[in-house]
């Protein structure tokens, strides 16, 4: 367990605690909640090219499906634990209960390097994988999807594997090539997701998103996307950062420059006409919007003092620490959640797996206009519950979440 994992599960209880709280939820219900349904660990051996053997080790964490499926990514990273994914799979229980979708939450994970695997042996460590959780897995019970180091062709590996087994089921992965059954819109949704929150908020605010100043910690496909987004909402993305630092234009990057340029350099290092800062310094920055895009815990009580946005827009999972997130609320700078901003992937998924069970694809047009309507529904009762209860943006979304899983599993006669 590393310090990190640690930090993010206590940051998800922390969160879960206080909400509970303010909606004075019963112990008993408190203890069913923070309890996951299942949890499940399998050891992962795989034959390497030059004919070694390594043995990784993978989970798969059930949190609640009282309101439906459970449903979740799968992520290839070496600080994959069972602490990191349980805590991961509650924020998803959250997350499509908050949307009002009907999924309960779940998570999974194996603890390697991704980027030090070969083609061939990324497919053959995720059809073990795939075979080894098989039996969690199913339209109606456990649907996988990509997250950090996963793709469209590790959902279509996993698809293939489980249909080898079961017969043709599409519905059982989402994020997939659309040339087998992925949706149209997908890819960008995570993304897309985080402006339309973003433009609610300057609307509820008196801002014009149009002409704003923002600025982007991460550029994997959420931060890319959403630069791309708010610059077609006419927003000015003034600086932007990887793992290996940022760049910043106060008069605007060329965002679509910035993606041809990393798509063949493979980082920002270097691009012409941009000053070089570091991933502290970009924190810091003066900005309308602050999202970080990238990992968790990047805005701490050693920098919540020095943030100098005017929101901060979560479209990373818990990039904001429960002292950091207090301390930002005090001055002012108001946090919005996760569950709320980065809501667009699983919204979209919940899109592509309705697809496939009916057989019958949407347009790239419907999907956008259905992920709008949902998510400014969400926001909608965000909003009315802060202005009744008086509580921040995280509380209000938490609770509302919370309520709903409650209700279901007293429904069910919990």
């Not at 998803?92 to 390697?112: D, E, F, H, R, S």
């Not at 100043?213 to 991460?218: D, P």
């Not at 924190?283 to 943030?307: H, Q, R, S, W, Y």
Request: hydrophobic share 40%; net charge negative; proline share 4%.
């Amino acid at each position: 367990m590393t310090d990190k994992t640690a930090s993010d599960h206590e940051t998800q209880m922390t969160e879960f605690d206080r909400a509970a709280g303010l909606l004075g939820l019963d112990p008993e219900m408190q203890t069913i909640l923070r309890t996951p349904f299942r949890e499940v660990q399998v050891s992962l051996p795989l034959r390497r090219d030059d004919g070694s053997l390594s043995v990784f080790i993978g989970y798969r964490v059930q949190h609640n499906g009282s309101r439906g499926p459970t449903k979740g990514g799968i992520r290839y990273h070496p600080e994959v634990d069972l602490l990191e994914v349980r805590a991961l799979a509650a924020l998803m229980t959250w997350k499509t209960a908050l949307m009002n979708i009907p999924y309960g939450g779940a998570k999974g994970g194996v603890n390697v390097k991704a980027w030090e695997l070969s083609e061939d042996e990324l497919e053959r460590l995720t059809r073990t994988f795939t075979t080894r959780i098989a039996l969690l897995l199913g339209v109606n019970r456990d649907i996988p999807a990509p997250d950090m180091y996963t793709n469209s062709q590790t959902m279509a590996w996993m698809m293939d594997e489980y249909g080898r087994k079961f017969g043709y089921t599409p519905g059982i992965v989402t994020g997939k090539p659309v040339g087998l059954g992925g949706s149209l819109g997908r890819e960008a949704a995570t993304g897309r997701g985080t402006v339309i929150i973003t433009g609610l908020v300057s609307e509820e605010f008196g801002l014009d998103l149009k002409g704003s100043n923002v600025v982007i910690q991460g550029f994997g496909n959420v931060g890319s996307w959403a630069a791309r987004l708010f610059c077609e909402a006419g927003a000015r993305v003034t600086a932007v950062s990887d793992v290996h630092g940022g760049i910043h234009d106060p008069s605007g990057l060329d965002i679509d420059a910035v993606v041809k340029f990393v798509k063949e350099k493979k980082s920002l290092e270097g691009f012409p006409g941009a000053k070089p800062l570091s991933n502290d310094e970009i924190l810091t920055m003066e900005c309308d919007f602050l999202v970080p895009a990238a990992i968790g815990g990047v805005i701490n009580e050693k920098n919540a003092d020095a943030i100098r946005a005017k929101f901060v827009i979560e479209a990373a999972n818990a990039p904001t620490t429960p002292e950091a997130s207090h301390r930002l609320e005090e001055r002012g700078i108001r946090v919005v959640p996760d569950i709320l901003v980065n809501a667009g992937g699983v919204t979209v998924s919940y899109f592509e797996w309705v697809q496939n069970l009916q057989q019958f694809y949407w347009s790239e047009q419907r999907v956008e206009d259905e992920l709008s309507r949902i998510m400014k529904n969400a926001y909608t009762e965000v909003a009315h519950l802060r202005a009744e209860r008086g509580v921040t943006f995280r509380d209000a979304s938490f609770m509302l979440a919370i309520d709903r899983v409650a209700r279901a599993e007293r429904l069910r006669g919990s």
